[in-house]
């Protein structure tokens, strides 16, 4: 099962734009975390929120989460094309001890 | 070894033949998982194990499929009599605990096409 569903399904920018995806998900969790896939293979872990944090930075990377409204975004600012990728949110669901995956983001950064 | 290692990278069957896809986690990881992923798609939750406790079987789609993790190290997923729609990208990931830190691990995946 899927537990996240991202927004939008596909991104086109320009590089040095910003790029925002936006992940929802159903139940409550201990953390969520975003990953990226370059190529339809493995994936790479970016950052994790825990459930009781608002926000939080990496580098280009601003990951913000408001429990209330079970919702996620990814800001990644200053794009460059490097980071042409699929973007996922992933959760790890209070009691389940598992990683559910949304449905990701395809990002194309045109040079 | 360092990372976590899936073989093969690629595997082509025939319809109606048995797989069987190995994943060598992380050493000292304690959880694992296997999803599955379709051309284009997310990735679909299979199974997951962790530790010594009774493994979480609730993605896998049909009775074909299923996985073992022999002394809580190796994993291999085993998917009898093989369709064309089991034809995804595996991937299995481990991790160091859960809870507080999940941060997944993944592997690069099988590629298996069932001809």
């Known amino acids: 099962s899927q537990q996240g569903e991202e927004d939008p399904q596909a991104l086109s920018i320009q590089e040095g734009e910003n790029a925002t995806m936006n992940c929802s998900y159903k139940?409550?969790?201990?953390?969520l975390q975003w990953y990226r896939q370059n190529s339809g293979r493995g994936l790479v872990h970016l950052i994790l929120i825990r459930s009781n944090e608002r926000e939080k930075h990496s580098g280009r990377l601003r990951v913000t989460l408001d429990t209330s409204k079970k919702s996620s975004s990814l800001l990644i600012t200053a794009s460059r094309a490097a980071d042409t990728a699929s973007y996922f949110c992933?959760?790890?669901?209070?009691?389940?001890?598992?990683?559910?995956f949304g449905t990701g983001t395809r990002l194309t950064v045109i040079p | 070894g360092a990372g976590v290692s899936q073989s093969p990278s690629n595997k082509v069957t025939e319809k109606g033949k048995d797989v069987e896809l190995r994943c060598d986690p992380i050493s000292g990881h304690t959880a694992l998982y296997w999803y599955r992923q379709s051309l284009g798609q997310g990735l679909e939750f299979l199974i997951y194990?962790?530790?010594?406790?009774?493994?979480?079987k609730s993605g896998l789609p049909s009775d074909r499929f299923s996985a073992e993790r022999t002394g809580g190290s190796v994993s291999t997923l085993t998917i009898q009599r093989t369709q064309q729609e089991d034809s995804a990208v595996y991937l299995c990931?481990?991790?160091?605990?859960?809870?507080?830190?999940?941060?997944?691990?993944f592997g690069q995946g099988t590629r298996l096409t069932v001809v």
């Open positions: 990931a481990s991790s160091l605990a859960t809870g507080l830190n999940t941060e997944a691990f």
């Open positions: 194990f962790q530790g010594n406790s009774a493994p979480d």
């Open positions: 992933a959760t790890d669901e209070t009691g389940a001890n598992n990683l559910f």
């Open positions: 139940t409550s969790i201990n953390n």
